[in-house]
Structures are given as structure tokens and as C-alpha cells.
């Protein structure tokens, strides 16, 4: 939903909520009903329709800032963020994927913990050396989620739209080539993000269903898929 939908239908509602609230024949609020429930409940009314008008007008005016580091801190944060781009005209399919990609991020790395305690004994070596391997990579992954996110922030689709038609505007093409070319390196590097996060996700749902079976007692094939997933952690941490 573009922004100027969003800033009809907040008026609208606005004055929809107004007019029943206030109306006669509807609810008829007033301030100085004898009620004094019926004259509270006026003013709340009151005070929130002004907030909404003007505040949720300004915010929708102002449009979206790019994100600081300290704004996603957490993991609910980083996913928090993702959805809040899910709507987003040219880049929503990016952010939807990124919040289904955060969840199973999530639920793999919980199939190999539970996994791997079922096969090592617990605080044994070997149980700590494939947890390790495991929290890594989720961390690392969800790091990468925050760059994306990141990235993400500083991407408006008003400016997009424009910019498709640029050879129609009295602005000097070249400079507006450039300018889609920033937005074209950016969907590209979070495109690749994406990618070297689910080939982490597949590892780690390889390695849950390798340690599950119970034929494979001293598999080596576990340790190779250790060193790969640590392979792709270190790619992930560097690759900002």
C-alpha cells in the first residue's frame, strides 16, 4: 500500500470515528453530557482523533528514516523491522521473504540443538562443538538480517516510481542513472544476503537430519558439514 492510500484512508477513518462519536442519532458524545462517563469517554475520543490526525499525518508525510545500529539490538527488532517493509510497493516481496527466512532461521537451528542433545551427552565436547557451530551460524545469520534491514531502511518507493520514468522529467538522466543504480547495488546485495542465508538454513537442517540417524555413530560426514557451516558463517560475518 503506497503512501498516499495510507494517509486517505487515516483521514478517513478518522472522520468516519469523529462523526460517529459525535453525531446525533450515533453515539452523540459531548464534553459536557451530564454522564460523566459519556463526557469522559467525549474527551479520549477527542485527544486520540487529534493525535491520529496529526501525528499519524506527519509520520506518513515524513515518510520512513534510514535505521540506526541501536534501533535493532534484538532479533524481534531486526524481524519487527523486515514487517514493517512488507507492504512496500517495489520492495515488499524482499521483506516478506526476509521475515519467513527469519522464522525458519529460527525453527532449523532449534531442530539441530534438539538433535545434537539427543545424540552427544551434554556437556560432553562433542555436544559443545556442534552447539557452538550452530549458535554461530544463527547469529551470524541474523546479523546479516540486521544489514539487511539496514539496507532496507533507506529505500523509498516514491522516489522508485519516480525514477521509472525518469527519461520523462527535466532532471539530467545521467544523474538519475546513477541513482537507480544505487537502488539496483542494494537489491542485489540483499538478494545475495538472502541466498547465503538459506544455503545456512539448508545446512543446518542437513546436519539435524544427519545426527537423527541412528546408523551414523561416528559419521564423518557430520564433521564435513560442520566445517561447511563454518565456512559460511565466517562469509557471513564479513560480507556487509
Known amino acids: 500500500m503506497n503512501r498516499k492510500l495510507k494517509i486517505i484512508l487515516l483521514n478517513l477513518a478518522i472522520v468516519v470515528l469523529a ?4 453525531a446525533d442519532g450515533l453515539l452523540g458524545l459531548r464534553p459536557w453530557d451530564p454522564s460523566l462517563l459519556r463526557a469522559g469517554l467525549s474527551i479520549l475520543l477527542g ?6 490526525l496529526v501525528g499519524g499525518n506527519y509520520k506518513l508525510l515524513q515518510g520512513r528514516s534510514p535505521l540506526q545500529p541501536a534501533q535493532l539490538e534484538s532479533a524481534s527488532q531486526i524481524e519487527s523491522t523486515l514487517r514493517s517493509y512488507t507492504d512496500s510497493r517495489y520492495f515488499g ?55 539487511i534491514a539496514m539496507r532496507m531502511s533507506v529505500f523509498n518507493d516514491d522516489e522508485y516510481a519516480r ?7 527535466n532532471i ?8 537507480i543504480a544505487l537502488y539496483g547495488k542494494s537489491l542485489d546485495f540483499i538478494r545475495h544476503s ?8 539448508l545446512k543446518l537442517d542437513t546436519l539435524a537430519f544427519e545426527i537423527s540417524d541412528a546408523a551414523a ?13 563454518s565456512a559460511l558463517t565466517n562469509e557471513l560475518k564479513y560480507y556487509k
Open 163 to 169: 525514477l521509472q520514468n525518469y527519461k520523462n522529467d
Open 93 to 147: 516481496d524482499l521483506a516478506r521473504t526476509g521475515v519467513d527466512q527469519y522464522s525458519r532461521l529460527r525453527q532449523s537451528a532449534q531442530r539441530a540443538n534438539q538433535a545434537i542433545h539427543l545424540k552427544f551427552q551434554k556437556g560432553s565436547m562433542s555436544a559443545y562443538r556442534y552447539t557452538g557451530a550452530v549458535a554461530a551460524a544463527e547469529n551470524a545469520a541474523i546479523d546479516n538480517m540486521k544489514t
Open 194 to 201: 538472502i541466498e547465503m542465508n538459506e544455503n545456512l538454513i
Open 172 to 179: 539530467p538522466d545521467d544523474i538519475q542513472e546513477k541513482q
Open 19 to 22: 462523526v460517529v462519536g459525535y
Open 47 to 52: 485527544l486520540g482523533l487529534g493525535a491520529a
Open 217 to 229: 555413530q561416528e559419521d564423518t560426514g557430520t564433521d564435513t558439514l560442520l566445517e561447511e557451516i
